[in-house]
């Protein structure tokens, strides 16, 4: 069972990455775009060591914080970008991040003008 400390097992940079493309709809890396797309098996060829063992992780946190229509396929993945553009960011507090980490940086992310 995925608790919410499991998510400070996501390296900085990726929750950061993951945290600007809800918000904005910033593109990804190749990694988080097959986690993104629900497609296991490339993203099993993109994993580093690290992000392997935690591909699970990734997963929990994408159900419990990323809108459903953010996710799930290349199609949707593609429409949130381009929604985003084209509606502006998200703020913040319309994201139930699941655990404190993710909502300390989707704010500071935002305050900052990044999203």
């Known amino acids: 069972m995925i608790r919410p400390q499991h998510y400070e097992n996501i390296p900085d940079q990726m929750l950061d ?5 809800v918000l904005a709809g910033t593109p990804t890396g190749g990694f988080l775009f097959a986690v993104l797309s629900n497609d296991l098996k490339e993203a099993c060829g993109r994993a580093d060591d690290y992000n392997i063992g935690i591909l699970h992780v990734y ?12 996710w799930g396929s290349p199609t949707e993945v593609h429409e949130w970008i381009k929604m985003r553009r084209t509606n502006g960011p998200l703020h913040p507090d319309h994201i139930r991040w699941p655990d404190v980490r993710s909502g300390i940086k989707a704010d500071s992310v ?3 003008g990044k999203a």
């Not at 990455?17 to 493309?21: K, N």
């Not at 997963?59 to 953010?70: R, T, Y």
């Open 17 to 21: 990455s993951l945290v600007r493309y």
């Open 59 to 70: 997963c929990c946190w994408l159900w419990n914080s990323a809108p459903l229509s953010a």
């Open 110 to 112: 935002y305050r900052e």
